[in-house]
C-alpha cells in the first residue's frame, strides 16, 4: 500500500492551495483519512479527518480556512486551504487506515509529506 501526496509549494500569504493524496495497492476498504503537518522545529499535528462517513473534525488552529474531501472512486483525499498564513508553513502528510485484501485488519499507513511555504 503507498500513499502519493502532492500539491505543496510556494504561495504567498493569503493565498490557496489543495493538497491531494492518492492510496493505492492491494487496497480492500478504506477507513479514516487524515492530514497531519509538521511544522519546522515541532511536532506532527493533525490537521484534519474525514471519516467513511464523511464525517469531519478539524484542528482549532485551522478550522474555517481548510476543507478536507475525498473521492472513494480515487481513493482520494483532499485538502482545500485557503487564507494561508505564514504559520501554516510545514510538511503536510496524508495517513489512512487501509484493510489490505486479504486481511481483515485495518492498518495505518503514510504518505511522504508534501511541503507547504508560506511566504512574501
Known amino acids: 500500500v503507498q500513499l502519493q501526496a502532492s500539491g505543496g509549494g510556494l504561495v504567498q500569504p493569503g493565498g490557496s492551495l489543495r493538497l491531494s493524496c492518492t492510496v493505492s495497492g492491494g487496497i480492500f476498504l478504506i477507513n479514516k483519512m487524515a492530514w497531519f503537518r509538521q511544522p519546522p522545529g515541532r511536532q506532527r499535528e493533525l490537521v484534519a479527518r474525514i471519516d467513511s462517513s464523511d464525517g469531519t473534525i478539524y484542528s482549532a488552529s485551522v478550522n474555517g480556512r481548510f476543507t478536507i474531501s475525498r473521492d472513494y472512486a480515487k481513493n482520494t483525499v483532499y485538502l482545500q486551504i485557503s487564507r494561508l498564513e505564514p504559520e501554516d508553513t510545514a510538511v503536510y502528510y496524508c495517513?489512512?487506515?487501509?484493510?489490505?485484501?486479504?486481511?481483515?485488519?485495518?492498518?495505518?499507513?503514510w504518505g511522504q509529506g508534501t511541503l507547504v511555504t508560506v511566504s512574501s
Open positions: 495517513n489512512a487506515d487501509v484493510m489490505v485484501s486479504g486481511t481483515d485488519y485495518f492498518r495505518s499507513v
